[in-house]
């Protein structure tokens, strides 16, 4: 009952900045925790930073101080701005619920994510 579109990932040195959108639809969008995640070719998908409804975030360690994530619940819209990138950033981003470890505890429908290259 919620569809999840990601944009804004794409190509960029390192140092750069990307900032990405996911757009999901659904009136009750904006009472669910929301994460960003990403996953690398040939690892686990892992969650990056989060936000509650009411605005409160966390981040993972490895994106802390560089990454912040916001979201305009009116326009049920999440957002990644991701500052300093390093090549270990490289992954598809997606974005879904964060309210546990458990598949139930996500959206079932994933988007098809963006994907942001850190290179030179």
């Known amino acids: 009952q919620v569809q999840l579109v990601e944009a804004g990932g794409g190509l960029v040195q390192p140092g750069g900045s990307l900032r990405l959108s996911c757009a999901a639809s659904?009136?009750?969008?904006?009472?669910?925790?929301m994460g960003w995640y990403r996953q690398a070719p040939g690892k686990q998908r892992e969650l990056v930073a989060a936000?509650?409804?009411?605005?409160?975030?966390n981040y993972a360690d490895s994106v802390k101080g560089r990454f912040t994530i916001s979201r305009d619940n009116a326009k049920n819209m999440v957002y990644l701005q991701m500052n300093s990138l390093k090549p270990e950033d490289t992954a598809v981003y997606s974005c879904?619920?964060?309210?546990?470890?458990?598949?139930?505890?996500?959206?079932?429908?994933w988007g098809q994510g963006t994907q942001v290259t850190v290179s030179s």
């Open positions: 879904n619920a964060d309210r546990g470890p458990l598949v139930r505890d996500r959206f079932s429908s």
């Open positions: 659904g009136s009750i969008f904006s009472i669910y925790p």
């Open positions: 936000i509650s409804s009411g605005g409160s975030t």
